[in-house]
Structures are given as structure tokens and as C-alpha cells.
Nanobody
């Protein structure tokens, strides 16, 4: 059983920086990758970034590439305890509820960008970027 808890949502000014954290509770050894998704007002949920268990492979959506960084806490030898999303140069279009999600069934070097590839989701955290 795995539970995901997102924290770090806030009201931020355009051009600002914010860090989100996804704390992974439970049997972390069963996770192959962690992804971040977001859903803006009136929009569908979209992929933001993902990181794999093996080799720390990462993938980003084009909209956030070069502005966001995904990383994980490796304090316990590849255990995926906390995954971070560092967001720089924020713009109003980044306003959304941000969700982290865990994938269990794909290979451990996978960085899936489809929501269907993730089996467990957190409750989300709100990021609002003011203009």
C-alpha cells in the first residue's frame, strides 16, 4: 500500500520560484516511477514531469522544460521517499492543482507521461501564479 502526499502549493508572483514535494508513504520498493501532473482551471489534467527509480531518468513536458526540475531524495539507496518539483520563472499559465502519482507496473527505468500509466495519486496541491 502506497500513499502520496503533496505539499508546497502557494500563491506566487509571475517570475517567482516554488518547490513542491511529494512524500511517498508505505511500500516504496514497489514503485517504478513518480510523475507530476497538473490541472488548470477549465483544463484537462496534463503531464508535467516524471522520474524513474533506476538511473534517475527524467522527462519533462515541453511547456515546463528548462523551467522545472524534478528530483528525488536518495537518502536510502534508491528508495523513493520524497520527490520534488522545483519550479522557476513561473507564469500565470502554470496556475493549477499539481498532483503526484506513482507507477508500479512498468520497468524501473520508465518515465511515463500518460496518466493511465500511474496507479496511485495524491490529493493535489494548489499553485496560483499572479500576473
Amino acid at each position: 500500500q502506497v500513499q502520496l502526499v503533496e505539499t508546497g502549493g502557494a500563491l506566487v508572483q509571475t517570475g517567482g520560484t516554488q518547490v513542491l514535494a511529494c512524500e511517498v508513504l508505505g511500500n516504496t520498493a514497489s514503485i517504478s516511477s513518480i510523475g507530476w501532473f497538473r490541472q488548470g482551471p477549465g483544463k484537462e489534467r496534463e503531464f508535467v514531469a516524471a522520474i524513474s527509480r533506476k538511473e534517475k531518468r527524467v522527462k519533462y513536458a515541453d511547456a515546463v522544460k528548462d523551467r522545472f526540475t524534478i528530483s528525488r531524495d536518495d537518502a536510502l539507496q534508491n528508495a523513493m521517499i520524497t520527490v520534488y518539483l522545483q519550479m522557476y520563472s513561473l507564469i500565470p499559465e502554470d496556475t493549477a492543482v499539481y498532483y503526484c502519482a506513482a507507477s508500479f507496473l512498468l520497468p524501473t527505468d520508465s518515465v511515463p507521461d500518460s496518466a493511465d500509466s500511474y496507479e496511485t495519486w495524491g490529493q493535489g496541491t494548489q499553485v496560483t501564479v499572479s500576473s
